[in-house]
């Protein structure tokens, strides 16, 4: 609550109505308090800095843009962050290859599992973790952001990425693969944290 006092602005309700009214000084302010973590989000997606900072600069624009739209600003963190993600898979469709997403599987043997590994990998290192995943190929990255960081299901990436479900799900059980394949390199074992499992 002092963030907002301070600024001039009692909550965060007032700071979206004074974004929504186009106020330079409320546009500054939000700016300010959204711009680090959208900034985590983008780091995410991106291959490197220079592409996170472009997705953050749209993602900015289309967040202005757009923020007429917010009926509750009590919920505008959760719309700021999905207005990121669409924008971060926005620019990967339009600077990239779809290289491995529409090569649907039909077959989706080694699924089973797959849920416990991911409960096994959430237990390492946050920072670790992201750099590792930061180095898979971008199909398999903006997967594994997409179901294992921000949960959406293989529905929702499947309509967000226009691919088949079944491509969701094989192109997380291949970035799966690979993820605990690179965290090997890294020196760390599966063995080595499976036993820490809850």
């Avoid at 600077?95 to 797959?114: M, V």
């Amino acid at each position: 609550m002092k963030l907002f006092k301070w600024r001039g602005y009692a909550s965060l309700t007032q700071l979206v109505e004074g974004c929504q009214r186009e106020e330079r000084r409320a546009q500054n302010v939000f700016y300010e308090r959204y711009k680090n973590s959208l900034k985590g989000v983008c780091v995410r997606y991106a291959r490197t800095d220079a592409e996170a900072d472009d997705i953050l600069q749209e993602s900015f624009i289309r967040i202005f843009k757009n923020i007429q739209n917010i009926k509750q600003p009590e919920s505008v963190d959760r719309w700021v962050k999905s207005v990121v993600i669409r924008t971060a898979i926005n620019y990967y469709h339009q600077t990239t290859k779809r290289e491995l997403l529409h090569s649907s599987i039909e077959n989706s043997e080694n699924l089973i599992g797959i849920d416990e590994s991911f409960r096994v990998i959430e237990q390492l290192d946050f920072e670790l973790l992201l750099g590792v995943i930061k180095s898979l190929p971008d199909g398999y990255r903006t997967v594994i952001n997409l179901y294992l960081i921000d949960g959406y299901t293989h529905a929702e990436i499947a309509n967000i990425l226009s691919i088949a479900e079944g491509t969701s799900k094989s192109q997380l059980q291949r970035g799966r693969t690979l993820l605990i394949k690179k965290l090997q390199e890294s020196g760390i074992e599966y063995d080595e944290f499976a036993g820490r499992r809850s």
